[in-house]
Every structure is written in structure tokens, then in C-alpha cells.
């Protein structure tokens, strides 16, 4: 199981950011999949996560109607599209296969004027 995180980078309040996770080494069209994430001196928490065929999504409370999940399971791919955010949002991203036990490196989101 590979997975690696992109698109994480600095960004004002209020921007946005788009981030990417490319997976492999398993059977991604039949996998939820999930993103999470780690701020500084925090615990890693759960950000959101869509079903296998994307029909279905469900988020944190702290990121809902801001923030949304998306694949291309042609691409084996699975997106964050990351809308209005705040210097709380700091942390870095991690993409999860649900039910698996693979991390990737993540990607830093740095939310900062």
C-alpha cells in the first residue's frame, strides 16, 4: 500500500487549497477512503471520507460546508478541496484507505497572513 499526499503549501485566511492523494498497492475502487490530520502538540483527527464508488461523503463538524472530498477512482485518486480557511486548519494532511493501516507522508497546510 503507497499513498502520497500533494498540494499542501501556505495559504491566507480565507483561501484555499486543493490537495491530492495518490494510492496504490490495492484495490482503490472498492475502498473508502479518508483524509486526516495533525496539528502541533495535537492528536491526529479524523477530517472526512467518501465511499468506494464516491457516492458518499461525511465530515468533521469543524471542516463541514467548507471543505469537500472527492475521487477519480480511473486515477486512483482522491481529493480535499479545501474552502474558506482558518489558521486552525494548520496541520498536516494525511490521506487513509478506511479499514487500513497505512499512512502516507503527508502534506503540510500552513493557514497564516
Known amino acids: 500500500v503507497q499513498l502520497v499526499e500533494s498540494g499542501g503549501g501556505l495559504v491566507q485566511p480565507g483561501g484555499s487549497l486543493r490537495l491530492s492523494c495518490a494510492a496504490s498497492?490495492?484495490?482503490?475502487?472498492?475502498?473508502?477512503m479518508s483524509w486526516y490530520r495533525q496539528a502541533p502538540g495535537k492528536e491526529r483527527e479524523f477530517v472526512g471520507m467518501?465511499?468506494?464508488?464516491?457516492?458518499?461523503?461525511n465530515y468533521a463538524d469543524s471542516v463541514k460546508g467548507r471543505f469537500t472530498i472527492s475521487r477519480d477512482n480511473a486515477k486512483n485518486m482522491v481529493y480535499l478541496q479545501m474552502n474558506g480557511l482558518k489558521p486552525e486548519d494548520t496541520a498536516v494532511y494525511y490521506c487513509?484507505?478506511?479499514?487500513?493501516?497505512?499512512w502516507g507522508q503527508g502534506t503540510q497546510v500552513t493557514v497564516s497572513s
Open positions: 498497492g490495492f484495490t482503490f475502487r472498492s475502498s473508502g
Open positions: 487513509k484507505r478506511i479499514g487500513g493501516r497505512s
Open positions: 467518501i465511499t468506494s464508488a464516491g457516492g458518499s461523503t
